[in-house]
């Protein structure tokens, strides 16, 4: 049974800070990897999608990579920003039509 | 393109009471997938629908059900309402979830069962 844990819990850092968010998951036959943004009482908004043939994806500020063998992926935020807090799901694509996320990494930049 | 809706925002119920929530994927979805979301549980997957199928469906009681029509609009429906089943439900709709593409999430029912 597919098992997504995401590490930390919380985070708070000082604006301008580079940063990393781990997501584990214990079976390493994913279709893929999604990383999730989500602002307080909202609903979800894709950040990133690594296939399970990639080993990283990048969008602006944001980099995320993908190791299948260890079962791991991290997001890396680059010159984080007051903006960039929130709730950071991972979602692992176990089975043909089903999802597994992660609990999140509620995320706090501060001013 | 419109985004994924869902109707209503949030809605109360007393326990023992059934309710239906509405989400309408972006157009030309045919993918529907509903998450119930909770502090202690997190998000947990529901079912999936694909062209009025359900393809796969989570670790739910029955009482837990839903149905997707031929235009992709997609109803969910709880009946017997117990206090532990407030929480956001949230759909999200792709292309088709078989292939790897991303889904995108509606803003969520806030359902509060008192």
Known sequence: KQEVTQIPAALSVPEGENLVLN???????????????????????????????QREQTSGRLNASLDKSSGRSTLYIAASQPGDSATYL?????????????????LKVLA | ????????RYLIKTRGQQVTLSCSPISGHRSVSWYQQTPGQGLQFLFEYFSETQRN???FPG?????????????????????GDSALYLCASSTDLATQETQY?????????L
């Open chain 2, 1 to 8: 393109k419109a985004g994924v809706t869902q109707t209503p």
């Open chain 2, 57 to 59: 469906k989570g670790n």
């Open chain 2, 63 to 83: 009482r837990f059900s839903g149905r997707q029509f031929s235009n992709s609009r997609s109803e969910m429906n709880v009946s017997t309402l117990e206090l």
């Open chain 1, 23 to 53: 997501c584990s998951f214990t079976d390493s036959a994913i279709y893929n990897l999604q990383w999730f943004r989500q602002d307080p009482g909202k609903g979800l908004t894709s950040l990133l999608l690594i296939q399970s043939s």
């Open chain 1, 90 to 106: 991972c979602a692992v694509r176990s089975g043909t039509y089903k999802y597994i996320f992660g609990t999140g990494t509620r």
């Open chain 2, 105 to 113: 999430f509606g803003p969520g029912t806030r359902l509060l069962v």
